[in-house]
T-cell receptor, first 113, second 111 residues
């Protein structure tokens, strides 16, 4: 138990569906992150939120839409995805966005048919 | 690229042996971190070494950092089957919130 909870753990969706991934952290951190992990590729940083403000959007396609209503919750809204978007999506948090250690959730395994 | 690159990509050893993984990077860093990931799970932070440190220990882990060579190594002593996992180095540069990961080293420890 890392203090970062992601739901759902597994998600299968069609290309026309709309779904959301949820992340919640119970660590009192102020920075939250979305990473994408695909086979045989480095982890890709997607978004960074620091004190609820988005500080990083790493050229992510608009079919991925993040939302951070407060410092404890982070969502990734998904719509009209492509099969190549199938991956493990990892949420992480840290004290602030300029401190070192990240605490990761267990990930949401997404399959796009 | 600021991403770290681990070497080797895969390492297979017997229980009790030491495992050494290396990481190289290309730009200046504030710190370098090592993470572990069991198959299909999230990453777990192992150890952080700052740019002004040269060596750090944590239990059976020993990390070195050579900023002149832009490289780091992770040594796991007296390995156990439970150490089987992927190990990633990550570099923290100057840009807020940007922690760059490599592709990882897949370590297999045989009982």
């Amino acid at each position: 138990e890392t203090g970062v909870t992601q739901t759902p753990r597994h998600l299968v969706m069609g290309m026309t569906n709309k779904k959301s991934l949820k992340c919640e952290q119970h660590l009192g951190h102020n920075a939250m992150y979305w990473y994408k992990q695909s086979a045989k590729k480095p982890l890709e940083l997607m978004f960074v939120y620091n004190f609820k403000e988005q500080t990083e959007n790493n050229s992510v396609p608009s079919r991925f839409s993040p939302e951070c209503p407060n410092s404890s919750h982070l969502f990734l809204h998904l719509h009209t995805l492509q099969p190549e978007d199938s991956a493990l999506y990892l949420c992480a948090s840290s004290g602030t966005a300029n401190t070192g250690e990240l605490f990761f959730g267990e990930g949401s395994r997404l399959t796009v048919l | 690229s600021q991403q770290g690159e681990e070497d080797p990509q895969a390492l297979s050893i017997q229980e009790g042996e030491n495992a050494t993984m290396n990481c190289s990077y290309k730009t200046s860093i504030n710190n370098l971190q090592w993470y572990r990931q069991n198959s299909g799970r999230g990453l777990v932070h192992l150890i952080l070494i700052r740019s002004n440190e040269r060596e750090k220990h944590s239990g059976r882990l020993r990390v070195t950092l050579d900023t002149s060579k832009k490289s780091s190594s992770l040594l796991i002593t007296a390995s156990r089957a439970a150490d089987t996992a992927s190990y990633f180095c990550a570099t923290w540069g100057s840009t807020l919130g940007r922690l760059y990961f490599g592709r990882g080293t897949q370590l297999t420890v045989w009982p």
